[in-house]
């Protein structure tokens, strides 16, 4: 396991919320303090205070690109995936002026989905969302079914933050350039947890998130295929290769490329498979504990390796959770004003409200150990028994 844990997680209950945001690595602490220290220059400066910064930036776009098998200059670094996301999306509508049709789906992250409200809104775009099936899955056929030739974008999740669910990304992608159309997909929970490369998944545009892969939040990147054309979302002084103005916050994204590193380690060292046998194993302790009461939410083999979404029959999610001191981690349902309802992303795939109101989501992560395994499950089995 990785050495050493932040500080952040020693005297707190049991962490399983990796996919709501992680603790920043402290080697990625390490490597961003100096840019905040010392080396506080503008990279823009021709003078000597802006030479490291200069540096590190080059060397942060390197590295994230090096995580996607993309190409450094491929890399505009922003301030968060859901601007990534309005950048991939306002930015290839926008630009696509002719082509006025947008395909996203029913299980996206409320950035993608509220960006496409409002380019409908705003811009008189098209939208058609696809459905998904019982297990989250988008189907080939559906995206063929209602792509057109004014179609200028499809923007599909590589991985749900609620389930896991992978998509079939490389399919997918197959389609929209059959018809002449770009391919953009938020990659936010995927990038560190399974490998990803640009060209073997055939995307065009591609969003990757900082505070989802141990780098702070706020700073997030968005891949661009060398040729995609993109309106930019904020104007001015030409840098991120004039796509994203706004002087660099080169310390954030020299995390995110210390981040970057660490994840494509993680992907080799056995890290990754570490983590999906503790997954494993707290659905098999979990299940072993409450027989026949206990769903798995989505689909059990295309899925993160870190992600663990249960209903448990004649339970309440938020309601257990808060009696489960001894762990941290969501529920499957959202709270307004007091009031829970359904996720939506459980709701499209068809689980009925009694069973997506009894949802947790349990997400792992580097510093899971075996022991938070054991705790998790006893915690969440005394709630249940009481
Ligand atoms: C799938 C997905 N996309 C986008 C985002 C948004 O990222 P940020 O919080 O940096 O805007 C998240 C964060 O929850 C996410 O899970």
Known sequence: ???PAPPGLADGPVYLDYNATTPIDPRVLDALLPYLRTDFG??????????APHAALDTARTRVADLLGARPGEIVFT????????LALQGVMVARGQRAHLIAQVTEHPSVLQTCRALERLHGVRVTLLPVSSDGHVDPDALAAAIGDDTALVSIMVANNETGVLQPIQELAAIAHRHGA?????AAQAAGKIALDVDTLGVDLLTVVGHKMYAPKGIAALYVRTGVELEPVVHGGGQEHGLRAGTENVAFAVALGAAAELAAADLTDGTVHRIARLRDELHRKLTEA?????????????????TLNISI?????????????EIAASTGSACHSGTHTPSPVLTAMGIPEQRAMATVRLS???????????????????????
């Open 290 to 306: 409450l027989p026949c009461r206990l769903h798995l939410n989505g689909a059990a083999e295309a899925r993160l390796p870190n």
């Open 313 to 325: 029959d004649g339970c309440l999610g938020h309601e257990m959770l808060a009696a489960a001191s």
């Open 364 to 386: 792992l992560g580097r510093w899971t150990t075996l022991r938070d395994i054991e705790t998790a499950t006893a915690a969440l089995t005394k709630v249940v028994a009481t």
């Open 42 to 51: 503008n990279p823009s400066s021709s003078h000597v205070y802006g030479e």
């Open 1 to 3: 396991m990785s050495d």
């Open 182 to 186: 770009l391919f953009h997909c938020d």
């Open 79 to 86: 301030g968060s995936g859901s601007e990534s996301n309005l």
